[in-house]
């Protein structure tokens, strides 16, 4: 099976809101609302931002959100921050009782 | 505090066995569905296989199955996952998930000769 789609980098500067879109297909994103998203720091271990598409942990700023429409769910991230430049993944439950990943976006705050 | 403890991760030669371990605290494994993921340092992550809340429905990504096993021990709240014919396409840094919960900072299996 396919890795989800990401773009392999999207930019903005402090302040702004940027987007980052994750397409699947109808067999994994379209099929459950079974969509995370983690950020990682270089060397460090990923943590996650948002679960079940659109639900964040406690201690994860309001300033992340998700979202989803058919095959693709994307994350917003709003008031971009310096310490918001990471590598973010997506990942889907699939009808195959299995989950798959994308290969990753680098933000990289301006 | 919840958090997740991986361990027995090392160096294997290739055909050779592991088992990792994943020490929970803070909430209860029996209540989630749990996962194993793996990265390759500098890569991306790479899921291996999954156990439901329930002990049920275990499955696993194409290129371990049939060489390695999930299972949990619910009294220890540990997770396990037992590695078998190890290739060294496996050597990455193993990390035990939850869909909403922290991830800790994995164990890293090296196959190499």
């Known amino acids: 099976q396919s890795a989800l789609t990401q773009p392999a980098s999207v930019s903005g500067s402090p302040g702004q809101s940027i987007t980052i879109s994750c397409t699947g297909t109808?067999?994994?994103?379209?099929?459950?609302?079974?969509v995370s998203w983690f950020q990682q720091y270089p060397g460090k271990a990923p943590k996650v931002m948002i679960y079940?598409?659109?639900k964040r942990p406690s201690e994860i700023s309001n300033r992340f959100s998700g979202s989803k429409s058919g095959n693709t769910a994307s994350l917003t991230i709003s008031g971009l921050q310096a310490e918001d430049e990471a590598d973010y993944y997506c990942?889907?439950?699939?009808?195959?009782?299995?989950?798959?990943f994308g290969a990753g976006t680098k933000l990289t705050v301006l | 505090e919840v958090q997740v403890v991986e361990s027995g991760g090392g160096l294997v030669q290739p055909g050779g066995s592991l088992r990792l371990s994943c020490a929970a605290s803070g909430f209860s494994i029996s209540n989630y569905w749990m996962h194993w993921v793996r990265q390759v340092p500098g890569k991306g992550l790479v899921w291996v296989s999954l156990?439901?809340?329930?002990?049920?429905?275990?499955n696993y990504a194409d290129s371990v199955k049939g060489r390695f096993t999930i299972s949990r021990d619910i009294a220890k709240n540990t997770l396990y996952l037992q590695m078998n014919s190890l290739r060294v396409e496996d050597t990455a840094v193993y990390y035990c998930?939850?869909?909403?919960?922290?991830w800790g900072q994995g164990t890293l299996v090296t196959v190499s000769s």
């Open positions: 990942a889907s439950y699939t009808i195959s009782n299995t989950v798959i």
């Open positions: 998930v939850t869909a909403d919960g922290p």
């Open positions: 109808s067999s994994d994103v379209g099929a459950y609302n079974f």
């Open positions: 079940d598409v659109n």
């Open positions: 156990i439901k809340s329930d002990g049920s429905g275990a």
